[in-house]
């Protein structure tokens, strides 16, 4: 390296230092707070009392765990301060229940209200009630009747907040921040990963890996956010954040099995994808039920995990056999980013059954976005590498099909395509041969002769290329041959080809003559397009001759 460069390298790293010194030292500092989070916002989780079944009272702390069976209401009470009035909300999160509020035995809230008029019942999820207090609430008694869809969540009662609107949505900005930039992230990656197929389709048709990706990482994400508590901020319809959340778990397992089965170099494809059907089977069995109020979505989840938990786990042991026993390297990304996903999914599985109010964790998140990033680097690493050869294979092909300098076909591709054809009567050739070339290439040079051969070509395509295909068959000789012409729209056309030459001839040092000759498949003269080829050759022949009379 030489003497400069290191020079500028080491003055980048001394500014980046010297920048990160003095951001340290300013955020160590007093100085005016521009946070948008400046209004209040207090846990009111001391001091509630609880009421049980004998109709004995208990204080207690929030959150808390008390005994509670489905559909059996825990009663909470508590005093508000005199002083309420600027504290104008309560926020209380429920998961899987149903909450009613009471102001000194006043109903001001209540999540049984909005009967559903639709048939289809989804299950609720994690939602933070936003209760606003009465404009008189001051040192009066607040009451939450608690009731719980099921017994998991019977007795759970999570932290309360007491504040403003505003403050609150920027807490939960705030708490949930991480999950946002991750399901964010990925959800990018898979919008990026789909478009990228779709624009590249016809190179990448045979490598659908980075589609399945791409509506992997869609899902994912969309099942993160809708698992956060950030969804209130968009949607107010909590059956159909509820219903996302549930379809949207549901479905990502499928394109990543299918992404796996579509590995080149995979041995176990066909029970890879086999498996992908019973994850549509399943899917589709559970919204029918659901649909149909036979069986919700949460009592079936712990039929979902075992079902997933036994496909990864044979998926994870056919990679390992794979690798293993068939030595396939190609694998060892994907087989350890699988193994990674899979482990957290059990971790956080678990601290999910310790506590059924958790909502998504960061461990699993982490895993999901370690996951993506790993077969995202792979998949573009790879379709990249399918792109190229794509280009050179089309590059190589219209090296062996096109002519360079005419940008007609040639002959290669004139045998190939006229073997192929099936001619009726309706189809046509037309050869066509430049007059007094040698006349050209002695008076004007070979360079003029080769401009008067690109002309003809470019008159030819310009005048016949709509109505079928051009070749250059010989130095100075083309062929056209199209299907479903009829005589009078031919004879037109080689007018007009006329015509340009003709204008062409009279700005130009040398004249463009050219002689043509066509003839239509008859197949009562002609066993096959090339006999027709012949007499189109004969004709052609005929007229030079009538040119050459005349000059």
């Known amino acids: 390296m030489k003497a400069s460069q290191k020079l500028s390298n080491l003055l980048f790293y001394v500014l980046v230092v010297l920048q990160i010194s003095i951001l340290i030292v300013l955020s160590l500092s007093e100085h005016e707070k521009v946070s948008f989070y400046n209004e209040s916002l207090y846990q009111y989780n001391h001091n509630w009392i609880y009421t049980d079944d004998t109709g004995e009272s208990h204080d207690i702390d929030l959150p808390a765990s008390l005994k509670a069976g489905e559909d059996k209401t825990v009663t909470i009470q508590k005093t508000l301060p005199d002083d309420i009035k600027e504290l104008p909300y309560i926020f209380v999160q429920t998961s899987h229940q149903n909450v009613i509020v009471y102001m000194s035995n006043h109903m001001i809230y209540n999540t049984f209200m909005s ?8 299950p609720s999820k994690t939602i933070w009630n936003t209760i606003k207090l ?30 403003t609107k505003s403050s609150f949505m920027m807490y939960l900005l705030r708490s949930h921040s991480f999950t946002l930039i991750i399901s964010f992230t990925i959800f990018i990656i898979g919008i990026v990963l789909i478009i990228l197929y ?3 389709r016809r190179s990448l048709d045979t490598y659908k890996a980075i589609l399945h990706l791409g509506r992997f990482c869609i899902y994912a994400a969309l099942w993160m956010f809708m698992e956060s508590e950030m969804t209130q901020f968009f949607l107010d319809n909590q059956a159909v954040t509820s219903a996302i959340t549930y379809m949207s778990l549901m479905i990502i397992p499928i394109p990543l099995v299918q992404y796996i089965s579509t590995m080149d170099s995979y041995k176990f494809k066909k029970i890879t994808h086999q498996l992908s059907y019973i994850l549509y089977t399943y899917t589709f069995c559970m919204i029918i039920l659901q649909t149909f109020n036979i069986w919700d979505f949460h009592d079936s989840l712990f039929l979902f995990h075992i079902l997933i938990f036994t496909i990864f786990t044979l998926i994870l042991i056919l990679l390992f056999i794979d690798i293993l026993k068939y030595k396939n390297r190609d694998l060892n990304n994907l087989t350890i980013a699988c193994t990674f996903l899979f482990i957290s999914a059990i971790v956080e599985y678990i601290l999910y059954i310790i506590n059924t109010s958790l909502t998504t964790g960061s461990i699993l998140q982490i895993g999901f ?6 077969l995202t680097y792979g998949s ?24 360079y300098m005419t940008k007609c076909k040639n002959r290669t591709a004139y045998t190939n395509d006229l073997s192929l054809l099936n001619p009726d009567s309706e189809t046509v050739v037309l050869m066509s041969d430049v007059n007094n070339l040698k006349y050209i290439n002695d008076n004007f040079g070979h360079q003029t002769g080769d401009d008067a051969i690109v002309k003809c070509s470019q008159y030819l395509i310009q005048v016949f290329e709509e109505l079928g295909f051009c ?26 080809f006329f015509v340009a030459c003709r204008t062409f001839s009279l700005s130009s040092d040398y004249p463009l003559e050219v002689s043509i000759g066509y003839a239509f498949f008859d197949k009562t003269v002609d066993k096959d397009i090339f006999d027709t080829v012949k007499r189109a050759d004969v004709f052609m022949y005929e007229q030079k001759d009538k040119s050459k009379n005349k000059n």
């Open 115 to 122: 009967d559903r008029i639709c048939p289809i019942h989804v």
């Open 134 to 163: 009465p404009s008189d609430a001051d040192g009066k008694v607040v009451r939450l009747d608690i009731t719980a869809d099921y017994d998991d969540y019977a007795g759970e009662l999570n932290g309360i907040f007491i504040g």
């Open 198 to 200: 779709n624009t590249l």
């Open 369 to 374: 976005l370690i996951f993506v990033i790993t």
């Open 380 to 403: 573009l690493k790879k379709a990249i590498h399918i792109f190229r050869l794509s280009e050179s294979a089309k590059y190589y092909e219209f090296i062996a099909n096109w002519d």
């Open 471 to 496: 070749y250059r068959i010989g130095g100075d000789e083309f062929v056209f041959v199209g299907q479903g012409i009829t005589k009078e729209i031919i004879r037109k056309k080689i007018d007009e």
